[in-house]
């Protein structure tokens, strides 16, 4: 069963409009959550996290929100940039639980110029 | 650069043998683990260490070991390789267990 899920395989957004990454979760003992960017042949790179105990983090152009009662979470990127151009992870942890992350499927965001 | 390798970068192997994947660290991290990217699954955790000697199975580990017998190593072996472990494998660090991880650049291995 799928812990961590991204619905939307893909986004494609104008360059200077906002991106918008959706992400749900079923399990709720887990209280850290994380996005990571990804491009091809690379590892993925550690974008922005959020406690549970937060409702919202920001750090430059990235935001993330967290839904607890709906068991959800986003990424927005604002203003995105073609650079942005990535795929993007999310994913979560459990306090105590050796640091494992589990990940969702990943949702490839195109940003066009 | 950010102190994580892995290797090989590419592989490809034939069904039936065994692998290694290495994945080698000097950041003195205590925790380290194996994933594997597939399309429709994103990253999947086969195993992880949360100490030298000390291992544990994640959601995939049917087919995979491991071993840790210093710090800044986590070997993942493919005793027998099947055309299903195509796949791209990454290793990653952390230094708390609440704490993100570091990725290395990955292995792509093929068996056919």
């Known amino acids: 069963d799928q812990q961590v899920k991204q619905n939307s395989p893909s986004l494609s957004v104008q360059e200077g409009r906002i991106s918008i990454l959706n992400c749900d979760y079923t399990?709720?003992?887990?209280?850290?959550f994380l996005w990571y960017k990804k491009y091809p042949a690379e590892g993925p790179t550690f974008l922005i996290s959020?406690?549970?105990?937060?409702d919202k983090n920001e750090d430059g152009r990235f935001t993330v929100f967290l839904n607890k009662s709906a068991k959800h979470l986003s990424l927005h990127i604002v203003p995105s940039q073609p650079g942005d151009s990535a795929v993007y992870f999310c994913?979560?942890?459990?306090?105590?639980?050796?640091?494992?992350?589990?990940f969702g499927q990943g949702t490839t965001l195109q940003v066009k110029p | 650069d950010a102190g994580i390798t892995q290797s090989p970068r590419h592989k490809v192997t034939e069904t039936g043998t065994p692998v290694t994947l290495r994945c080698h660290q000097t950041e003195n991290h205590r925790y380290m683990y194996w994933y594997r990217q597939d399309p429709g699954h994103g990253l999947r955790l086969i195993h992880y260490?949360?100490?030298?000697?000390?291992?544990d199975k994640g959601e995939v580990s049917d087919g995979y070991s491991v071993s840790r017998s210093k710090t800044e190593d986590f070997l993942l072996t493919l005793e027998s390789a099947t055309s299903s472990q195509t796949s791209v494998y990454f290793c990653?660090?952390?230094?708390?267990?609440?704490?993100?991880?570091?990725f290395g650049s990955g292995t792509r291995l093929t068996v056919v």
């Open positions: 399990n709720s003992m887990f209280d850290y």
């Open positions: 994913a979560a942890s459990r306090s105590g639980n050796t640091g494992k992350l589990i």
């Open positions: 959020i406690s549970s105990i937060k």
């Open positions: 990653a660090i952390s230094q708390t267990s609440n704490y993100g991880y570091t």
């Open positions: 260490s949360y100490g030298v000697k000390d291992t």
